[in-house]
């Protein structure tokens, strides 16, 4: 099969950037966008030139590392799905894809479709966690939690922090994030006693990185490879306002 | 030369008897003590954050942008424990006895006891942690069985387990970064370690993102970068897994244990093209309710649906009946490979067997096949188009697990003074196969446990000196760096025609013919003639664009392959030496007469530590395998 690349290309962070065409030939249905990616590079390389710099790591979905935007999809066409994940059946044969990378203020690009998500790191470090050291811990079955619980409780935790809830907002706010990780600890009895200043905390972290508010269009939903509900926004602001 | 520092006495004692003993240092003391730790997996991350908890002065590289994306993340199935909470007869005995079993008799007793018993603080821990495990409605935790054991002693979080644990212990690392004693660096190579006579004293990275190379000094280093079954090229593994840090400790004198020994996961998808860049691996748990078959006739091209049923081979059940499709891993991959290469195997390249789940569609009805597997046939249909309720998934076997990885001793302390390796980088307790769901188990207990009792005892005796650096380290710094630099650039100037990625391909499809699921003398021979004419073209003809101060993707994938093709070389010398078969490493020429494994523990019970020597070439250490509390059994699953 057969598809014309129009792909950003983009040196650093000060650089304007630009689309830069290429056409491929010889590609299967089966193959997998980075897949795609790795044999335009090669054929980059052997012409003398510079290959386009992307990330992707596990090609399963799971480890949040790749995400581009193909013809203004955040990740893929298809719904809930990673860019790894996607094939390029997804596309027709001859068609033009625009491939770009994730823009949001508080996502640097650092070349090409490589961008910089450690805001995120940094919202984690700012509460997203149970205080618990090593060898703290009670025995585990001690600690009930109902089935359905514990499965709303996966449900959030399932993030995968690939930033397409950012990318696809058009203030590119970080709720979906941010949101998911205070819900998955606050909801669970181990994580309530910091329940107050996690919320606290994370929100402040969040703003001071620059995304933006939450306007509740739903529109990270709808992207998320996981799925994560935007019930969670409004239930963080819950615990936001009255503790 | 080889001591594995087992401590005295009974085998349930040992654990206990080491940490008795262990020596302490004073909180107020430990901050002058600087540790270093490579890699953010489990194994990393959890023995970087508790080494901080407890006071020390740690710093923490990864090559990820993230701490959270390390391959921990991609393991589905779950972590073992013997909890025992399902009454159905588990202890620490028989867990130990399970794991050394399906290492096939060749690890040591006291690092797989210390496993098991470490295994249910582990749940514990991460229940603290908020890792949401499965549970019953009642609120107590779930389980269910993985291959090679008879009892429940899985614990999961749905096809996510290894997520959940990277989270708890991921979390825990970015709140000690957020205080003083620990400093994470992402996007951070490790390619270098620096001895001075014959200590470790620290590491030489290069920053990814600005090509930049600096040295960083450390009284004690932990190497905890996970497995390097990529260089299989196509296996489960994730893009960036490569085998650079232990290569590079190796090559600086740690030795490295039964690289041979890897293991081929009986369900992964098959490759469906030479464009394929990764296999993706299905959970094992699909065996509990599919059946596997090939057509019993070779090229059979009907659609599955087509062949009637005593057209069909049952293989796992005609072979091995008491464990059926439960066979373990090693046992069903090969037993997969022996009829494709019989000329039975299915799909467009004919390397593929069936995973049927009609009858227990039949059986148990749709929905609750949809219950338990739903999102694994959604993957499917991703990944490959196909819907698995109308016809047979096709699955593969793929290399996945690295059973061997730098030698360790009892506490995890390689022969070089003052490294340990934990999680997968290490040879420690799985033997020549390890089983489902505890190698997530083993890099945690590394991690948590076992690391932040072993590197305070050894730190206790060091004068702690890498706070101020000397100038010998100074010295011994500016070389490891130039010597870095003038690897990079070597690569770099070749200026040939083929690429890393390409080099890499080819080194995988060698291994796999070669020296994959089943292995010969004369083919593995051939292997080392090929690998050796690759090693001179690839130093003649890598292309690598670019230059080294620049984000430079070629040129880490370079530096992985260039270690690899060493790294290959070395595994078909071990796997030559081994004239038996034992676990995932099968000698044709040492089989029974029905096809199993044949081990001899007359001249073989011992793990082969090879040392470096340059130029290809490895001199022999064995450390002798001793079993003292259980009886060496042969191994049947029949
Ligand atoms: C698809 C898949 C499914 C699996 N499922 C299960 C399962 O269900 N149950 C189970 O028990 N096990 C499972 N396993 C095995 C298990 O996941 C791994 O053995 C385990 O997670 C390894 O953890 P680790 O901490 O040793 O290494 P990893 O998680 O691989 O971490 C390695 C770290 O080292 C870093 N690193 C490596 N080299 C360098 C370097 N040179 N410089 C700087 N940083 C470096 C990396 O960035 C990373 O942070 C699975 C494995 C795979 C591939
Ligand atoms: S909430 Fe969804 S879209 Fe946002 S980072 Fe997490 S997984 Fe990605
Ligand atoms: S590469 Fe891991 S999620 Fe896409």
Redesign the interface.
Known sequence: MKLTLHIWRQTGNKDKGTFETHHLDD??????V??ML??LN?QI??S????V?F???????????CGFVINGHIHSP?SH?TTC?T?L?SFKDGETLHIEPFRAKAFPI??DL?I???A??RI???G??????????????S?????D???K??DA??C??CGACVATCKNASAMLFTSAKVN??SM?P??APEAAQRVKNMIVQMDAEGFGSCTFTGACEVVCPQSISVFNITEMNGRWLWG | MLNSRIPAGPLEDKWTNYKNKAKLINPANRRRYKIIVVGTGLAGASSAASFAELGFNVEVFTFHDSARRAHSVAAQGGVNAAKDYQNDGDSVWRMFYDTLKGGDFRAREANVYRLAECSMELIDQAVAQGVPFAREYSGYLSNRSFGGVQVSRTFYARGQTGQQLLLGAYQALMRQNAQDNLTLHTRHEMLDVITIDGKVKGITVRNLDTGDITSHACDALVIASGGYGKIYYLSTLAMNCNATAIWRAHAKGALMAAPSWTQFHPTSLPQLGDHQSKLTLMSESLRNDGRIWVPKKAKDTRNPNEIPENERDYYLERRYPAFGNLAPRDISSRAAKERIDAGCGVGPMKNAVYLDFKHAVERLGKEVIAQRYGNLFTMYQKITGMDAYQEPMMIAPAAHFSMGGLWVDYRLMSNLHGLFVLGEANFSDHGANRLGANSLLQACVDGYFIAPRTVMDFLAEETPEALNASDSFEQAAKASKDEVEKKLNALLNIKGTTTAEEFHKQLGRILYTKCGLSRNGKDMAAAKSELLELQQTFYKDLLVPGTEKDINFELEKAFRVADYLEMALLIVEDALQRQESCGAHFREEYQTPDGEALRNDNDFCYVSAWEYLGNNKYQLHKEHLNFEFVELQTRSYK
């Open positions: 590609l299967a249905p089966d193959m997998s980075p897949e790795d044999h090669i390389i052997k003398g030139g510079d290959p710099a990330e992707s790591d596990c090609r399963e979905g799971i480890c949040g590392q298809e799905t994940q094939h059946r650092k070349k490589m910089d998500r450690s995120f790191d984690i470090e700012s997203g966690y149970i205080g618990v050291n090593t060898g703290q811990a009670n025995e585990a079955n600690t009930l939690i109902n089935h619980l514990a499965e409780a996966f935790a399932a995968i922090g998955h600890l669970l181990q994580g």
